[in-house]
């Protein structure tokens, strides 16, 4: 007979993945055991592995969550009867404003996705595409003279405003909803006048 699965199922795996996440930032995915995962997670080992067979398994359940979520919410911008720099600020905000609260998650993906197989990182990297890809088409329009017809000057600047992202919370921990508006407002404006617009 199959088992039912709890009615807090859900809740418990966000749990576990919320503090898995944890984990494998602060001790690296190598050092993290199942015994120490189960701990840091408030459960038995037995119960771990009732959701999870192996650390593999919950290292890949944090990033496919996190970045197909992520995914989902930076590529769901409304950006209907938004300028292209409208359209650029409204991005880099939405992508502050979701990495918020997902310090570990951030840097697990840093650092853990090259120990997953070929195979599941292709799916995380296919997410990662999908964003570049949002933002790359909002840059061309926001520069079509310069950007749009040089692919290679589009990744570069494309990837260089996620460069100013990605580390945000680096040299700013904790930064609460207001600083983040702030600092896509500084990256947006830097973006699309350089320096003098600041």
């Not at 919950?58 to 359209?87: H, M």
């Not at 993906?109 to 292709?122: C, I, N, R, T, V």
């Amino acid at each position: 007979m199959a088992r039912t699965i709890a009615k807090d199922h859900d809740q418990k795996r966000g749990q576990i993945l919320k503090s898995a996440a944890k984990v494998f930032a602060d001790q690296g995915f190598d050092r993290a055991s199942m015994s120490l995962l189960a701990r840091e997670c408030g459960i038995s080992k037995a119960n771990i592995y009732h959701y999870y067979d192996s650390k593999d398994a919950l290292l890949f359940d944090i990033l496919e969550t996190y970045l197909r979520e992520l995914r989902d919410r930076v590529c769901g911008v409304d950006l209907n009867g938004k300028d292209p720099a409208q359209a650029l600020h409204a991005t880099v905000l939405e992508i502050l404003l979701a990495y918020q609260g997902a310090d570990d998650e951030h840097r697990v993906q840093s650092s853990g996705l090259g120990a997953l197989p070929p195979e599941q990182q292709k799916i995380l990297v296919g997410y990662q595409r999908d964003m570049v890809q949002f933002l790359s088409n909002i840059l061309a329009q926001v520069a079509p003279d310069t950007l749009a017809s040089d692919p290679v000057r589009l990744r570069a600047a494309t990837m260089s405003v996620f460069g100013m992202l990605n580390w945000f919370y680096m040299w700013n921990p904790g930064a609460d909803g207001a600083a983040r508006h702030d600092y896509a407002r500084l990256v947006s404006n830097m973006t699309l006048g350089g320096l003098p617009a600041l």
